[in-house]
């Protein structure tokens, strides 16, 4: 009943989707609830994007063709060390392609992107504050990259190659451009945020 998100993509109206693949045809794998409740992390800054998270409760009603949901992803241990630098993670979204698109895509996307060091991260973006609670993930060279529209989305690890386990590690929050060579996204450390969540849910379940 919980789905985790960025806080500057909170609106007023927000309806969840879960199992959505094409968002321009009905797979029957659809399932959409109205929002009942959305937190922003009481110490999100809008200014310097520190603290971007958000959680969304959605209700027990609502339209359920397959009639069960999908499988959830795990939280990762309360402050809990992202993987090591350069371990291949996975990005997924709707959002642009590139820079110069108008609109994002219909199909959900995915990308594999590396984990970078925050030494490198903080290089990289010396004009932005990169708190210990954001990381950056992509590469040097560009072209691999979240862009707008992915904003909210998951930065998911998997514990081993062959693991079916999943964690979500990070949530897409900001960059420069979109794959931009010397540019990294950056995303909010989920880690950090464990007991935040897990005392809302207390709270409002």
Request: charged share 25%; proline share 4%; aromatic share 10%.
């Amino acid at each position: 009943m919980w789905v985790v998100t960025a806080a500057h993509c909170v609106r007023k109206k927000l309806f969840i989707r879960l199992g959505e693949y094409d968002l321009a045809t009905k797979e029957g794998s659809e399932l959409e609830f109205k929002v009942e409740r959305a937190i922003k992390h009481p110490y999100y800054d809008s200014e310097t994007v520190d603290n971007d998270i958000a959680l969304l409760k959605f209700g027990t009603t609502g339209r359920a063709p397959s009639g069960h949901l999908p499988n959830p992803v795990c939280l990762p241990r309360g402050y809990q060390a992202l993987p090591p630098t350069s371990s291949l993670c996975t990005i997924i979204g709707w959002g642009k392609r590139k820079d110069t698109d108008h609109y994002g895509t219909d199909i959900l996307h995915e990308a594999q992107v590396p984990i970078v060091s925050t030494d490198e991260c903080r290089e990289v973006y010396e004009e932005y504050r990169i708190t210990d609670n954001m990381f950056c993930a992509g590469y040097r060279g560009g072209r691999m990259d979240s862009c707008s529209g992915d904003s909210g989305g998951p930065l998911l690890c998997r514990e081993s190659a062959d693991s079916l386990r999943w964690t979500i590690h990070g949530i897409t929050s900001f960059g420069e451009g979109c794959g931009r060579r010397g540019k990294f996204g950056i995303y909010t450390r989920m880690s950090n945020y464990v007991k935040w969540t897990k005392s809302v849910m207390r709270q409002y379940s």
